[in-house]
């Protein structure tokens, strides 16, 4: 056997490098590591366009414009390479955050649509049966996924104070504060309630619109709906 002090004394048979070498191989690296950097920003450009693209044809498709047709927006071509990666993921993050609310609102605007035709029906029915199948309905269904009592208060007002106890399983006579001891929830903020009765003594019900101006055209079939 070899005895490793011999060996590891043994002179190298490889020429050592000199400082050019060893400078042509540090600007070899830093070459190649800017490559690999270029070829993933590229990448993640390509995607950014992609979602961007994809970002623009979805609002177009609901009415709405996207970043390229706002007036002093410059197009990304025309834009330092340096600049560009930053300026398109910042037109997509901005662009998503848009998507997001339009999506809120037009599920809100869905949930007030099916409300007020809901209860436009069954006003009707009330109005020509004196009896309405789908208020009883409504309020089974409510009595079975509403939970929070000042949710049940609130729809209960909303429906002409239909037999619908403020908790599950309570009583139709049961107060609202008794409800809420039972229920184990908080009472209710007392300003609010006082803002909102001096409101309804003045005739100024919620509509639509005052949740948002979008919803204007759908004040007329709530009012015939309440």
Not at 132 to 153: P, Q, W, Y
Not at 164 to 171: D, E, K, S, T, V
């Amino acid at each position: 056997m070899v005895d490793k002090r011999r060996r590891n004394s043994r002179p190298s048979k490889y020429r050592p490098r000199s400082e050019a070498q060893k400078q042509r191989r540090r600007e070899l690296w830093e070459a190649r590591a800017q490559d690999r950097q270029l070829t993933t920003r590229q990448s993640e450009e390509a995607a950014l366009r992609a979602r961007l693209d994809e970002l623009e044809a979805a609002m177009r498709d609901v009415g709405r414009v996207g970043v390229h047709n706002r007036r002093h927006t410059i197009p990304l071509d025309e834009i330092d390479d340096e600049q560009r990666f930053h300026v398109l993921k910042a037109r997509v993050e901005r662009l998503e955050a848009l998507w997001s609310i339009g999506q809120r609102k037009r599920e809100t605007r869905g949930k007030i649509i099916i409300g007020g035709a809901l209860l436009a029906e069954a006003a009707d029915e009330m109005m020509v049966e004196g009896r309405s199948e789908l208020l009883e309905r409504l309020v089974d269904i409510i009595d079975r996924r509403v939970d929070h009592v000042r949710d049940r208060l609130t729809v209960r007002e909303l429906l002409g104070d239909a037999p619908l106890p403020l908790r599950p399983g309570g009583g139709l006579h049961e107060g609202p504060q008794e409800a809420l001891a039972a229920a184990g929830e908080s009472l209710p903020d007392f300003d609010a309630m006082a803002e909102s009765a001096l409101a309804d003594a003045h005739g100024e019900d919620l509509l639509p619109s005052e949740i948002d101006p979008d919803y204007a055209d759908l004040d007329a079939s709530w009012r015939k709906a309440g």
